[in-house]
């Protein structure tokens, strides 16, 4: 009943930008933290970035002071802005969400069916 659905993500030579958005939708109470991973051919998925409600942001560290988390609390959306990508940054990127459903007592993660980005040297 809940879904992210991403959008966004593309092929891009390196330096370039790209913005990815995730939109969450169907029976919600609450959102907590919303945020991104991803996961390169052969590798474990990794927290890219993330955000709380509170406003508070994470990042890896490989991606700071290139990648901006910011949310849409009003349309449940979150979007990472992508700059100087490098080769190294492609991956399939996957939204993920901490999500209250209305008449439960626990919040649970939901994530994204995954957008790939590809950097080309």
């Known amino acids: 009943q809940v879904q992210l659905v991403e959008s966004g993500g593309g092929l891009v030579q390196a330096g370039g930008s790209l913005r990815l958005s995730c939109a969450a939708s169907g029976n919600i109470f609450r959102i907590n933290a919303m945020g991104w991973y991803r996961q390169a051919p052969g590798k474990q998925r990794e927290l890219v970035a993330a955000g709380n409600s509170g406003g508070s942001t994470n990042y890896a560290d490989s991606v700071k002071g290139r990648f901006t988390i910011s949310r849409d609390n009003a349309d449940n959306t979150v979007y990472l802005q992508m700059n100087s990508l490098k080769p190294e940054d492609t991956a399939v990127y996957y939204c993920?969400?901490?999500?209250?459903?209305?008449?439960?007592?626990?919040?649970?993660?939901?994530w994204g069916e995954g957008t790939l980005v590809t950097v080309s040297s």
């Open positions: 993920n969400a901490n999500i209250r459903v209305p008449g439960r007592y626990f919040d649970r993660d939901y």
